[in-house]
């Protein structure tokens, strides 16, 4: 009992200083509907060449330019990961976490994504650019926040794995109308 009210009131002081240090950044993409079959969405892509972690990265990509996150984790929990997805009371309680959720935009061979990430305070938006070499393979090669501050390159290559059913992109940050 000591325990869960510890957490509840760190939970209660960490949620309070968000407000007092501003508002979560706001995202610049937009969504909108993909309509470009240069990638696949029936399934989930995934980090699969790291050498800087053991850990991969893995998230759906959605017809109205919603990306839905499944967070960073060792490659070797994939499959509980998916697990997970079948689980319609995780399903709800991730729909409620703005971290999770981003927009992505495809123009030709050349995919952008902006995702919200926990920082000390407000919620930080970030871009990662990237090439699409196939409808199942892209690979991510600068991030940078929004302000161009934080700018690095990277060498994170995506690949699809097909998933069924996959959960659908309502949230209640993105794409609500």
Request: glycine residues 6%; aromatic residues 14%.
């Amino acid at each position: 009992m000591v325990r869960v009210s510890i957490l509840l009131i760190l939970f209660l002081a960490l949620s309070g200083c968000k407000h007092v240090l501003g508002p979560d950044e706001e995202l610049t993409l937009e969504c909108k509907s993909f309509n470009n079959y240069s990638l696949r969405l029936d399934g989930y892509y995934y980090v699969s060449k790291d050498k800087s972690s053991e850990n991969t990265a893995a998230f759906f990509l959605y017809q109205n330019g919603v990306i839905h996150s499944f967070g960073a984790f060792p490659i070797t929990e994939i499959k509980e990961r998916e697990k997970l997805f079948y689980d319609s009371i995780f399903i709800e309680k991730v729909r409620k976490i703005k971290f999770f959720w981003g927009v992505f935009d495809v123009d030709e061979k050349d995919i952008t994504i902006e995702m919200w990430y926990p920082g000390n305070g407000p919620l930080l938006v970030y871009r990662e650019s990237g090439k699409i070499l196939n409808d199942t393979t892209f690979i991510i090669i600068e991030s940078s926040r929004l302000d161009g501050t934080e700018k690095k390159s990277v060498n994170h290559v995506y690949r699809f794995r097909e998933f069924s059913p996959k959960p659908d992109s309502l949230n209640v940050f993105l794409c609500t109308k």
